[in-house]
C-alpha cells in the first residue's frame, strides 16, 4: 500500500518536478526564437549585444530579455565551440539567473551552462564573477569560454594569484571574470586595505555562480580568509613545548574525536606543570592557572592538538621543509594557507622544520560573508540536495535538480562491510583484480594520501599498474584523470577525484592530441585529431563492451556528498558504469558514529575470515549516521556564522567608511566633525555638565587640550569670568581649533591638506581596525566560559563586540584629531637633513658645503639655498617610491610632485 507522501508525489509530482517544468515555457520561446538567430551573421550576434545592452541599461528586466539572450548565446556557442546546448542545459542555465543552485550530475556540460546566465548578467554592465575550486579550472574555463563570450562581443578575464597588480584591475573590468573563492575573496580584503579607489581591483559584487558550490559554500565555510603580518618570533619556546609532549601519556589528555578536540586531564596538567618548572618555562611560585601562564597554557594546548589530533600525510604533508594543509573534502594541497592561533607552528615544531613567525590578523572575512555581499548569487554542481536545507538558511540559495539529458546507466552496489581493515583492503584488491582482467577501467576512492600509497604498494605488490592521484601528484592531476577512463586502467585518488574535469570513457580526446602533436609538432593538426578520434572510438567502444568506469570507494566519508561525487565520477551521459562501497568496523566513520549493534550483528552471524555482509539495512544505518554527522558539522557552520556576523556588521561600517573617504575630494568637514567630538569628550570630562564651577578641573582640560589638540588655551582664565558655561567655553575651543587648522591650510594649501586629511584617516582606520580584530579574536576565545555562569555566548559576544566597536570609533576620533593638530610644515632645516638622508639609504654621496671649484667630470652638487623645487636635480635620488614624500622637500607625495614630471 503506498504512503500519503508516495500517492501525492505519483499524483502532482514533487515540489522539484513542478520548478523544471515550470521553464518549459521559456525554453520553448527559446527553441522558436533559434532560426532567426541562425540567419544572422557573426557581426549580427554582436550587434544584438549591443542592443540588448542598451535595453537592459535603459531599465528593461533581465527576465524580459532572457528568452533572446540565451538564443542568442545558444547560437554563439555552437559557432565558437560546435556545441549546441541541450534543453537541459538552457533549463540549468534559467535556474541559476534566478537565483539557485542546479544540481545537474556530472558530464551534463556545467562550463557551458554558465554562460548563459553569466552572457544574460553581464548585459547590465556590472560585471560577472564565474567562481571555481583552482586556479586549474578558472584559466581552463576561461580560456574556453572566453571564444563564446568573444563571439557575442563580450570581454573575458581571469584573476589569479600573484598576478600583476595592472593586469588584475583589468581582468575585473572585464564583462565576465573567471577567478577561484579565495581570489575573489582575498581581492576583497587587499581591495580595503589600498589608499586610493584607482588602486582598487574589484567593482563591486553584482552577479556569481558558483561552481562546486557545496565544496565552496560548505565544505570550506568553517575556514575563514585571513590577510596577516608577521609579529614576534617564538620559535625557541615551540621547540621546547614540542619536546614535553611525546612525554605526554594517554591517562593525561582526552581526546574527542567526534567533535576534534583534546584537552588535558587534571593529571595531564599537573604533569605539564612539573614539567615546565623543570625546563625553566614557569616560575616556582606560578601555577598554570594563574592569568602570567595563558600564554604558557596555549602553547601546551597547540603541541598537543598538533602531535594528537593533526596525522602526517592526512592533515598535512610536509615539501621542501614546509608544512602544507592538505583540504580534507577535495584532498588538495592548500599552498599558501596556515592554522591560526599557533597551531601551525606547532606541527612545524613537531616535523622539525623551520618554524614561521606567528601572524597578526590585518583584515578577515569566512566565505559565507562573503558571498552573501553578492546582489544576486547562483550555483552548480553534481551534489546539493542533502544540504539543501543550509543553502536556504545561510545564503536563501534554492536547490534545483535538473534532469540528465541520458537516464543514468550506472549500478550502484550495496556497501560490503568486513570486521577488519586488513579483510578490507584483501576484498578491494580482489575486487581490483577481478575487474581488471577484463580490462574495465577502475576509479579506487580513498581518504588520505597515506591509504592511497598503502593500496598502491598492495597492487604493485600484485603486479597492476596503476596511478595515484593524491596532494603529492597535484601538478599530474589533469593528465592522470584524463587517462583513468582509458581501456584497463587503474586510478587511486583521494576524495578529490579530479573534481571539475571529466573522467571520459576511452580517455580524453583532447588530450591525446596534445600528446601526439607534442611527439610531432610538425604533423598536421588536423590529420592528427581524426586519427586520434578514430582511435578514441575504438577505444571507447572497448570500454563499454568491459562495463564503463568501475568506482570502488575504500571508506565511507562523514558527508553523504563526498560519497556521491566519488560515484557520479561513473556514469557520465548515459555511459554503463558500476559503484561499491567497501567497508571495514575500523574505518573511522564506522568506529567514531557506527552502531555497536551492527558489530554485535557481525558477530552473532559468526563470519568467517574475508566475509562481508552485504545488506540494504546496513546501508541505511550508515546513512543514518552520516546524516547525524552532517547535522552536528550544519550546526557547527551556523554557529560560527553567527559569532562571525557581529564582526560582520562592523566589517562593512569600516570598508564602506574606508571607500567614501577614499572617493571623496574634501574630508575637511569629516575631520572637523570629529574633533569637535573630541572636544565636547574632554569638556564633558573635565566640567561635567550641570556641574558648579568650583567642581571643574580646568588644570586638566588645559592638559587635555594640549596633548590632543596641540592648542594652549587660557581655559581657567575663560571659567573664571562671570556668566561663562560650558556651551561658552566649549564653543571658545571649537572657534580656536578651526582657526588652528585654518592657518595650516594655508601653511599647506588646499590640495595638500586634504591629501594628509585623507592618508592620516586611512591610516588610524587601518590601524585601530587592526587592533580591534586582535581584541575581538581574544574576546571570542574567553567568551566561550560565560556559558558555566548561565550567560549566553552569543548574547555577551554581541553585547562586548558592540561596546568594544564604540570605544575603537572613539578611540579613531582622537588618534585623527592628534595627528592632524600635530602635523606641520618642515622647516628648512630639517628638510635639508631629510633629503640628505634619504640620498645617503640610496648610496648617494651628500656634499653639505659646495666645493670652490668642482671637478668639470662630476655633476654640480646639490645647491643649499632656498629656490623653486624645480632647481633640484631629480637624476641623483635613485628610485623614489610613489608614495614617499617628495625628495625636494615641498611636503607632497612624490607621485603629485616631481613624480608628475616622471
Given at each position: 500500500?503506498?504512503?500519503?507522501?508516495?500517492?501525492?508525489?505519483?499524483?502532482?509530482?514533487?515540489?522539484?518536478?513542478r520548478?523544471?517544468?515550470?521553464?518549459?515555457?521559456?525554453?520553448?520561446?527559446i527553441?522558436?526564437?533559434?532560426?532567426?538567430?541562425?540567419?544572422?551573421?557573426?557581426?549580427?550576434?554582436?550587434?544584438?549585444?549591443?542592443?540588448?545592452?542598451?535595453?537592459?541599461?535603459g531599465?528593461?528586466?533581465?527576465?524580459?530579455?532572457?528568452?533572446?539572450?540565451?538564443?542568442?548565446?545558444?547560437e554563439?556557442?555552437?559557432?565558437?565551440?560546435?556545441?549546441?546546448?541541450y534543453?537541459?542545459?538552457?533549463?540549468?542555465?534559467?535556474?541559476?539567473?534566478?537565483g539557485?543552485?542546479?544540481?545537474?550530475?556530472?558530464g551534463?556540460?556545467k562550463?557551458?551552462?554558465?554562460?548563459?546566465p553569466?552572457?544574460?548578467?553581464?548585459?547590465t554592465?556590472?560585471?560577472?564573477?564565474?567562481?571555481?575550486?583552482n586556479?586549474?579550472?578558472?584559466?581552463?574555463?576561461?580560456?574556453?569560454?572566453?571564444?563564446?563570450?568573444?563571439?557575442?562581443?563580450?570581454?573575458?578575464?581571469?584573476?589569479?594569484?600573484?598576478?600583476?597588480?595592472?593586469e588584475?584591475?583589468e581582468?575585473?573590468?572585464?564583462?565576465i571574470?573567471?577567478?577561484?573563492?579565495?581570489?575573489?575573496g582575498?581581492?576583497?580584503?587587499?581591495?580595503?586595505?589600498k589608499?586610493?579607489?584607482?588602486?582598487?581591483?574589484?567593482?563591486?559584487?553584482?552577479?556569481a555562480?558558483?561552481d562546486?558550490?557545496?565544496s565552496?559554500?560548505?565544505?570550506?565555510?568553517?575556514?575563514?580568509?585571513?590577510?596577516?603580518?608577521?609579529?614576534?618570533?617564538?620559535?625557541?619556546l615551540?621547540?621546547?613545548?614540542?619536546?614535553?609532549i611525546?612525554?605526554?601519556?594517554?591517562?593525561?589528555?582526552?581526546?574527542?574525536?567526534?567533535?576534534?578536540?583534546?584537552?588535558f586531564?587534571?593529571?595531564?596538567?599537573?604533569?605539564?606543570?612539573?614539567?615546565?618548572?623543570?625546563?625553566?618555562?614557569l616560575?616556582?611560585?606560578?601555577?598554570l592557572?594563574?592569568?602570567?601562564?595563558?600564554?604558557?597554557?596555549?602553547?601546551?594546548?597547540?603541541a598537543?592538538?598538533?602531535?594528537?589530533?593533526?596525522?602526517?600525510?592526512?592533515?598535512?604533508?610536509v615539501?621542501?621543509?614546509e608544512?602544507?594543509?592538505?583540504d580534507?573534502?577535495?584532498?588538495?594541497?592548500?599552498?599558501?594557507?596556515?592554522?591560526?592561533?599557533?597551531?601551525?607552528?606547532?606541527i612545524?615544531?613537531k616535523?622539525?622544520?623551520k618554524?614561521?613567525?606567528?601572524?597578526?590578523?590585518?583584515?578577515?572575512?569566512t566565505?559565507?560573508n562573503?558571498?552573501?555581499?553578492?546582489d544576486?548569487?547562483s550555483?552548480?554542481?553534481?551534489?546539493?540536495?542533502?544540504?539543501?536545507?543550509?543553502?536556504m538558511?545561510i545564503?536563501?540559495?534554492g536547490?534545483?535538480?535538473?534532469?540528465?539529458?541520458r537516464?543514468?546507466?550506472?549500478?550502484?552496489?550495496?556497501?560490503?562491510?568486513?570486521?577488519?581493515?586488513?579483510?578490507?583492503?584483501?576484498?578491494?584488491?580482489?575486487?581490483?583484480?577481478?575487474?581488471?582482467?577484463?580490462?574495465?577501467?577502475?576509479?579506487v576512492?580513498?581518504?588520505?594520501?597515506?591509504k592511497?600509497?598503502?593500496l598502491?604498494?598492495?597492487?604493485?605488490q600484485?603486479?597492476?599498474?596503476?596511478?595515484v592521484?593524491?596532494?603529492?601528484?597535484?601538478?599530474?592531476?589533469?593528465?592522470?584523470?584524463?587517462?583513468?577512463?582509458?581501456?584497463?586502467?587503474?586510478?587511486?585518488?583521494?576524495?578529490?577525484?579530479?573534481?571539475?574535469?571529466?573522467?571520459?570513457?576511452?580517455?580524453?580526446?583532447?588530450?591525446?592530441?596534445m600528446?601526439a602533436?607534442a611527439a610531432?609538432?610538425?604533423?598536421?593538426?588536423?590529420?592528427?585529431?581524426?586519427?586520434?578520434?578514430?582511435?578514441?572510438?575504438?577505444?571507447?567502444?572497448?570500454?563499454?563492451?568491459?562495463?564503463?568506469l568501475f568506482?570502488?570507494?575504500t571508506?565511507?566519508?562523514?558527508?553523504?556528498?563526498?560519497?556521491?561525487?566519488?560515484r557520479?565520477r561513473?556514469?557520465r551521459?548515459?555511459?554503463?558504469?558500476?559503484?561499491?562501497?567497501?567497508?571495514?568496523l575500523?574505518d573511522?566513520?564506522?568506529?567514531?558514529?557506527?552502531?555497536?549493534?551492527l558489530?554485535?550483528?557481525?558477530?552473532?552471524?559468526g563470519?568467517?575470515?574475508?566475509?562481508?555482509?552485504?545488506?540494504?539495512?546496513?546501508n541505511r544505518?550508515?546513512?543514518?549516521?552520516?546524516?547525524?554527522?552532517?547535522?552536528?558539522?550544519f550546526?557547527?557552520?551556523?554557529?560560527?556564522?553567527?559569532?562571525?556576523?557581529?564582526?560582520?556588521?562592523?566589517?562593512?561600517?569600516?570598508?564602506?567608511?574606508?571607500t567614501?573617504?577614499?572617493?571623496?575630494?574634501?574630508?575637511?568637514?569629516?575631520?572637523?566633525?570629529?574633533?569637535h567630538?573630541?572636544i565636547?569628550?574632554l569638556v564633558?570630562?573635565?566640567m561635567?555638565?550641570k556641574?558648579?564651577?568650583?567642581?571643574?578641573?580646568?588644570d586638566?582640560?588645559?592638559?587635555?587640550?594640549?596633548?590632543?589638540?596641540?592648542l594652549?588655551l587660557?581655559?581657567?582664565?575663560?571659567?573664571?569670568?562671570?556668566?561663562?558655561?560650558?556651551?561658552d567655553?566649549?564653543?571658545?575651543v571649537?572657534?580656536?581649533?578651526?582657526?588652528m587648522m585654518?592657518?595650516?591650510?594655508?601653511?599647506?594649501g588646499?590640495e595638500t591638506m586634504?591629501?594628509?586629511?585623507?592618508?592620516?584617516?586611512?591610516?588610524?582606520?587601518?590601524?585601530?581596525?587592526?587592533?580591534h580584530l586582535?581584541t575581538?579574536e581574544?574576546?571570542?576565545s574567553?567568551?566561550?566560559f560565560?556559558?558555566?555562569?548561565?550567560?549566553?555566548?552569543l548574547?555577551?559576544?554581541?553585547?562586548?563586540?558592540?561596546?568594544?566597536?564604540?570605544?575603537?570609533?572613539g578611540?579613531?576620533?582622537?588618534?585623527?584629531?592628534?595627528?592632524?593638530?600635530?602635523?606641520?610644515?618642515?622647516?628648512?632645516?630639517e628638510?635639508?637633513n631629510?633629503?640628505?638622508q634619504?640620498?645617503?639609504?640610496?648610496?648617494?654621496?651628500?656634499?653639505?658645503?659646495?666645493?670652490?671649484?668642482?671637478?668639470?667630470?662630476?655633476?654640480a652638487?646639490?645647491?643649499?639655498?632656498?629656490?623653486p623645487?624645480?632647481?633640484i636635480?631629480?637624476?641623483?635620488?635613485?628610485?623614489?617610491?610613489?608614495?614617499?614624500?617628495?625628495?625636494?622637500?615641498?611636503g607632497?607625495?612624490?607621485?603629485?610632485?616631481?613624480?608628475?614630471l616622471?
Amino acid at each position: 500500500m503506498l504512503g500519503f507522501g508516495t500517492l501525492a508525489r505519483k499524483v502532482f509530482g514533487s515540489p522539484n518536478d513542478r520548478i523544471v517544468k515550470s521553464v518549459r515555457p521559456l525554453i520553448a520561446k527559446i527553441n522558436a526564437l533559434e532560426p532567426e538567430f541562425q540567419a544572422l551573421s557573426d557581426e549580427g550576434l554582436k550587434a544584438k549585444t549591443a542592443e540588448f545592452q542598451q535595453r537592459a541599461q535603459g531599465g528593461e528586466s533581465l527576465d524580459d530579455l532572457l528568452p533572446e539572450a540565451f538564443a542568442n548565446c545558444r547560437e554563439g556557442a555552437r559557432r565558437a565551440l560546435g556545441l549546441r546546448a541541450y534543453d537541459v542545459q538552457l533549463s540549468g542555465g534559467i535556474f541559476l539567473h534566478q537565483g539557485n543552485i542546479a544540481e545537474m550530475k556530472t558530464g551534463e556540460g556545467k562550463t557551458l551552462v554558465a554562460t548563459f546566465p553569466a552572457y544574460l548578467n553581464a548585459l547590465t554592465g556590472k560585471g560577472v564573477h564565474v567562481v571555481t575550486v583552482n586556479d586549474y579550472l578558472a584559466k581552463r574555463d576561461a580560456g574556453w569560454m572566453s571564444k563564446v563570450y568573444a563571439q557575442l562581443g563580450l570581454t573575458t578575464g581571469v584573476v589569479y594569484p600573484f598576478q600583476p597588480e595592472p593586469e588584475k584591475r583589468e581582468a575585473y573590468r572585464a564583462d565576465i571574470t573567471y577567478a577561484t573563492n579565495n581570489e575573489l575573496g582575498f581581492d576583497y580584503l587587499r581591495d580595503n586595505m589600498k589608499n586610493s579607489i584607482e588602486e582598487m581591483a574589484q567593482r563591486g559584487h553584482n552577479f556569481a555562480i558558483v561552481d562546486e558550490v557545496d565544496s565552496i559554500l560548505i565544505d570550506e565555510a568553517r575556514t575563514p580568509l585571513i590577510i596577516s603580518g608577521p609579529s614576534q618570533d617564538r620559535s625557541e619556546l615551540y621547540t621546547a613545548i614540542d619536546a614535553l609532549i611525546p612525554s605526554v601519556t594517554e591517562e593525561h589528555f582526552k581526546l574527542d574525536e567526534k567533535t576534534r578536540n583534546v584537552t588535558f586531564t587534571e593529571e595531564g596538567n599537573e604533569f605539564v606543570e612539573q614539567e615546565l618548572r623543570r625546563m625553566g618555562h614557569l616560575p616556582p611560585d606560578q601555577s598554570l592557572y594563574d592569568p602570567e601562564s595563558t600564554t604558557l597554557v596555549h602553547h601546551v594546548t597547540q603541541a598537543l592538538r598538533a602531535h594528537k589530533l593533526y596525522q602526517k600525510d592526512q592533515n598535512y604533508i610536509v615539501r621542501d621543509g614546509e608544512v602544507m594543509l592538505i583540504d580534507e573534502f577535495t584532498g588538495r594541497m592548500m599552498k599558501g594557507r596556515r592554522l591560526s592561533e599557533g597551531l601551525h607552528q606547532a606541527i612545524e615544531a613537531k616535523e622539525n622544520v623551520k618554524i614561521q613567525p606567528e601572524n597578526v590578523t590585518l583584515a578577515s572575512v569566512t566565505f559565507q560573508n562573503y558571498f552573501r555581499l553578492y546582489d544576486r548569487l547562483s550555483g552548480m554542481t553534481g551534489t546539493a540536495v542533502t544540504e539543501a536545507e543550509e543553502f536556504m538558511e545561510i545564503y536563501k540559495l534554492g536547490v534545483v535538480e535538473v534532469p540528465t539529458n541520458r537516464g543514468v546507466n550506472r549500478t550502484d552496489e550495496h556497501d560490503q562491510v568486513f570486521r577488519t581493515a586488513r579483510e578490507k583492503y584483501q576484498g578491494v584488491v580482489a575486487a581490483i583484480k577481478e575487474a581488471h582482467a577484463k580490462q574495465q577501467p577502475i576509479l579506487v576512492g580513498t581518504t588520505s594520501i597515506e591509504k592511497s600509497e598503502m593500496l598502491s604498494d598492495l597492487l604493485t605488490q600484485e603486479g597492476i599498474t596503476h596511478n595515484v592521484l593524491n596532494a603529492r601528484q597535484h601538478e599530474q592531476e589533469a593528465q592522470i584523470v584524463a587517462d583513468a577512463g582509458k581501456l584497463g586502467a587503474v586510478t587511486i585518488a583521494t576524495n578529490m577525484a579530479g573534481r571539475g574535469t571529466d573522467i571520459q570513457l576511452g580517455g580524453s580526446v583532447e588530450m591525446k592530441v596534445m600528446e601526439a602533436l607534442a611527439a610531432d609538432p610538425e604533423a598536421d593538426p588536423d590529420t592528427l585529431r581524426a586519427q586520434v578520434e578514430a582511435g578514441h572510438a575504438e577505444e571507447k567502444a572497448k570500454v563499454l563492451a568491459a562495463g564503463g568506469l568501475f568506482v570502488l570507494a575504500t571508506e565511507r566519508h562523514e558527508s553523504r556528498r563526498i560519497d556521491n561525487q566519488l560515484r557520479g565520477r561513473s556514469g557520465r551521459q548515459g555511459d554503463p558504469g558500476r559503484s561499491a562501497f567497501f567497508l571495514s568496523l575500523e574505518d573511522d566513520l564506522m568506529r567514531i558514529f557506527g552502531s555497536e549493534r551492527l558489530d554485535k550483528v557481525l558477530s552473532t552471524l559468526g563470519m568467517k575470515e574475508g566475509e562481508a555482509i552485504v545488506h540494504p539495512w546496513v546501508n541505511r544505518s550508515l546513512e543514518k549516521a552520516q546524516a547525524k554527522v552532517e547535522a552536528r558539522n550544519f550546526d557547527m557552520r551556523k554557529n560560527l556564522l553567527k559569532f562571525d556576523d557581529v564582526m560582520n556588521d562592523q566589517r562593512k561600517a569600516i570598508f564602506g567608511q574606508r571607500t567614501e573617504i577614499m572617493a571623496a575630494e574634501d574630508l575637511s568637514e569629516i575631520a572637523q566633525d570629529m574633533r569637535h567630538q573630541v572636544i565636547e569628550d574632554l569638556v564633558d570630562e573635565f566640567m561635567p555638565p550641570k556641574s558648579y564651577a568650583d567642581g571643574w578641573d580646568t588644570d586638566g582640560l588645559h592638559a587635555a587640550l594640549l596633548e590632543k589638540l596641540s592648542l594652549d588655551l587660557p581655559v581657567a582664565e575663560w571659567a573664571a569670568e562671570e556668566g561663562v558655561d560650558q556651551n561658552d567655553l566649549r564653543d571658545r575651543v571649537y572657534a580656536a581649533s578651526d582657526a588652528m587648522m585654518e592657518e595650516k591650510l594655508q601653511q599647506f594649501g588646499p590640495e595638500t591638506m586634504r591629501n594628509i586629511e585623507k592618508q592620516v584617516l586611512l591610516q588610524a582606520i587601518d590601524s585601530k581596525w587592526r587592533d580591534h580584530l586582535l581584541t575581538l579574536e581574544h574576546l571570542r576565545s574567553v567568551v566561550g566560559f560565560r556559558g558555566y555562569a548561565q550567560r549566553d555566548p552569543l548574547s555577551e559576544y554581541k553585547t562586548e563586540g558592540f561596546a568594544l566597536f564604540e570605544s575603537m570609533l572613539g578611540s579613531l576620533r582622537q588618534d585623527v584629531t592628534q595627528r592632524l593638530a600635530q602635523i606641520r610644515p618642515l622647516t628648512e632645516e630639517e628638510r635639508q637633513n631629510m633629503l640628505a638622508q634619504m640620498m645617503q639609504q640610496r648610496g648617494v654621496a651628500v656634499q653639505t658645503e659646495a666645493p670652490t671649484q668642482p671637478a668639470p667630470e662630476q655633476p654640480a652638487p646639490v645647491e643649499q639655498e632656498e629656490g623653486p623645487t624645480e632647481d633640484i636635480d631629480p637624476s641623483i635620488w635613485g628610485q623614489v617610491g610613489r608614495n614617499d614624500p617628495c625628495p625636494c622637500g615641498s611636503g607632497e607625495k612624490f607621485k603629485h610632485c616631481h613624480g608628475r614630471l616622471a
